[in-house]
């Protein structure tokens, strides 16, 4: 499985952005598709995940209500939809699959995104 991140960049604080996250090699629908995210000096967190065969949600608590996750089945691909930005939302970011929420095998190469104030 290989998984390759794209769509960071610079965005202004209350601005919007979108990650992309293509999979190559996956070999069934009962995965867990999830976003996490490091920002400098910090530990990696959980931002958003996705059942790829379920399309059942969750959220980080700080992402809650400004983030969406989905999906394109077709496309191999899954998508973080970033909205009403923060400063504090800077890091890079990170999709993953594995088998179950909390059980990662493996990750894409990260993407950098900046929200200036």
């Known amino acids: 499985v290989q998984l390759q991140a794209s769509g960071g960049g610079l965005v202004q604080a209350g601005g919007s952005l979108r990650l992309s996250c293509a999979a190559s090699?996956?070999?069934?629908?009962?995965?867990?598709m999830g976003w996490f995210r490091q920002a400098p000096g910090k530990e990696r967190v959980f931002v958003a995940r996705i059942g790829w065969g379920t399309g059942t949600t969750a959220y980080g608590d700080s992402v809650q209500g400004r983030f969406i996750i989905s999906r394109d089945i077709a496309k191999s691909t899954v998508y973080l939809q970033m909205n009403s930005l923060k400063p504090e939302d800077t890091a890079v970011y990170y999709c993953a699959t594995g088998p179950r929420p909390g059980t990662y095998e493996y990750w894409g190469q990260g993407t950098l995104v900046t929200v200036s104030s």
């Open positions: 090699g996956l070999t069934s629908s009962r995965i867990v």
